[in-house]
C-alpha cells in the first residue's frame, strides 16, 4: 500500500549540452535586467561571464556582475549583493556557479523583495517568513553537486555568529534551471570529487528520511545507482563527456529530492561544523556520512541494505545485502576520490565540538526529526568525536 505523501517542485528544469544558449529567452520573461552571481572571478577570466552576459544582451537583457560571494556564502555578502541589484534595477537574479552562487542568488532575491537584511529570514525568535515578494530566480549550475538549482533552500553563514542555516520556502525555487554538463568540464578534481559526494549525500539522507515519497525514492535510487558508476570516472577524467551527463543528471535528481525528502542529521552536523571550521561541505559530508549511516541504519534497515546494491549497479535481493556493506561501499567510493579527512584537519577544532552539535539543534532541528534514529544531544557528540 502507497503511503500518504506530499510532492512539490515547480522548477523549470532545462537539461543538456549547450543549454547555456537558451538562458536569454527565459530571462527576459522576468525583467530586462539581470544581476548575474558568482563565487569569486575565475568565471570572469576564463570568458563564460562575457558569455552569458552576451546571451542576454542578444535576447534584450541587461546585465550586472557581482563576484562577491564566498565558498560559504556571508549573510553581508547577501546583503550588499541585493544593494548592487537595486541600485541597477535587477529585476531578475542569475546564480552563475555551484551551490555557493545559487544560494547566495536566492539569498539576493529575498531580500530584494523584502527590502530587509537577510539575516531577519534566518533564525531567531522572530524570523521573517519569506513571501511571493521575492525576486525570480535563475540557476545556472557550473557543479554536478549541492543541486540548489532544484531546491528551494540556501544555506547561509552568519559572519559574525559563525551560524550556518538553511532557509528557504516556495518562493526560493528557482523559476528556470539550466544544467549544462558542458559547464562542468572543466571542475578539478577536488571539486568533482566534493561536489559529486554530496550529490550522492543527498540522495542517502532523503532515501532515508521520515518525510521520503515513492516519487522521491525513485529518485534517489537512480542518483546513488549513478554515482556509483560515474563519480569515479568523473574525477579522473574530466574530460569524461558521458560522465559528466551521468553525475548532472545524479545531482539534479538528488535535488529534486531534498526539495521534498529534505536532509537528515548528516546534513545537519555539516552545516553547523561548516559555519565553525569553513570547511569545504562535501568534504565535511564525505568524513560524517559513514558515521551517521552506522547511527541511523538500524532505525530503517531496509532502506540502509539497499544502499549497497544502488552503488553497485546491481539487481539482487536486498537481504542478500548486509547493513555494514553499505558502509564498505560507502568508505571504499571515498577512499577512490580521496576525501575522507578527519574534522581535525578541515579546520574543526577541539573546543568547538559541542558548539557543533548544539548548533544543530538550535538551527537545523528539522534534520534531527527527519532523522529516524532521532539523535539526542550525547548521540551528536558522539558522531562528531568519531569523525574528528
Known sequence: MIKDFFYYNPVKLVFGEGKLAEAGKYAKMYG??????????????????????KILKGSGVGSVYFPEVSANPLNTQIDKGAEIARAANCKVVIGLGGGSAIDA???IAIVLGHKRPIWDFCIGAEVQPI???????????????TGS???????????KTEEKPGIGGDYTFARVAIVDPELMATMPPKITASTGFDTLAHAIEAYTAVLETPITDLACEQAIRLVGRFLRRAVKNGQD???????????SLAGIAISVGIVTVCHG???????????????????MTPETMRFSMRSHPDKFRKIAMFLRDECAAPESYALEDSIKEVQALIKDIGLGAPLSQQGLKEKDI??????????????ITNDPAAPKREDLLAIIRKAF
Open 269 to 287: 552536523l555539516a552545516h553547523s561544523i561548516g559555519g565553525l571550521s569553513g570547511s569545504t561541505h562535501g568534504e565535511t559530508l564525505a568524513t
Open 241 to 251: 563527456r558521458e560522465a559528466r551527463n551521468a553525475m548532472a543528471y545524479a545531482n
Open 32 to 53: 530586462k535586467k539581470a544581476l548575474i552571481v558568482t563565487t569569486g572571478t575565475l568565471f570572469k577570466e576564463n570568458g563564460l561571464v562575457d558569455r552569458l552576459q
Open 149 to 159: 538549482e532544484c531546491t528551494q533552500w540556501a544555506v547561509i553563514t552568519n559572519a
Open 105 to 107: 542568488a536566492k539569498g
Open 131 to 145: 513571501t511571493d515578494k521575492t525576486y525570480p530566480i535563475i540557476a545556472i549550475t557550473t557543479t554536478s553537486g
Open 354 to 367: 559541542e558548539r557543533a552539535a548544539d548548533g544543530v539543534i538550535r538551527y537545523m532541528g528539522g534534520s
